[in-house]
């Protein structure tokens, strides 16, 4: 319901001309200045049901009473999960997904990179939480190079940090990147991807993998953090379809995964805009 009324709220200053969702971003990093969101109780874990969890103090998941993150790109990630699945969770974060996957790929694996140190504390916390031993995580970035690169942080929202400086943020902490064709030596079928606008360098460093074994890509598609990383939604829409991949979209309000086109895509991503949609690439039939 709280994100259905953002949305309404966000289309409605877009039609009056106005950036919707960059408008609602800066008033949420206002209200926090300000003191006016309150912090919840984080030091003990939450029980869903099936699955328990540490959330951050601002429980930035929205996941407190239901359990539910992101749910139609839950169903539809774990609508591609056997029990012998090889899942990449990159940008794993406190690892909502890789709890959720390592559930039920109980043969097979799960291998999460989340770089930020704080988030991984809190994810190999809920690893432990959850009795998982099938979920292997790195403390690291992932890019197309070797180095160390700063990781902006958001004042608040812990799933906000980003590889690049594009002014928002003032925190930060020096990460170490690797690359996936160095890292990963083994099959993979389904890579989860929320990097902020990263996700260009962190595929091209993997583009091997992504070749030789064609795993199904979730990936979030944000333009503008696409252009502010120093790529383009163009440049990553090229890339996946010079390496086979169809593509369709996560149509979160109809709960379903519905068609789209390259060009469509192109399109959306000509304009350096704050909104942004969840793809699936899937090899081209």
Known sequence: ????????????????????????????ILAHKLGLKSAIDNSKPYNFGGFSMYVDPHDTLQIIG????????????LSYVKEDTVMLDIGANMGFYSIRVGQKAK?????????????????????????LTNVMPYNAALS???ETLRLYKHPFNVGD???????DFKEYVDVPTLRLDDTVKERVDLIKIDVQGFEYFVLKGGRSILAKYMPI??????????YNSGASPADYLTMMKDLGYGVSRIDEENNKVVSATYEELHELGSKPVNRYINLVFQAAV
């Open 1 to 28: 319901m709280k994100q259905a009324i953002l949305n309404t709220v966000s289309s409605t200053l877009d039609k009056l001309g106005f950036d919707g969702d960059r408008v609602l971003f800066k008033t949420a």
């Open 66 to 77: 239901s359990g539910k993150f992101e749910e139609t790109e839950t169903q539809t990630i």
């Open 107 to 131: 043969k097979g694996k799960v291998i999460a990179f989340e770089p930020d140190p704080g988030n991984f504390d809190t994810l190999q916390k809920n690893l432990v939480l959850n009795n």
């Open 144 to 146: 197309d190079k070797k």
């Open 161 to 167: 940090y980003r590889l690049y400086n594009d002014g």
């Open 217 to 226: 890509v979730i990936s979030e598609f944000w333009p503008r953090g696409l």
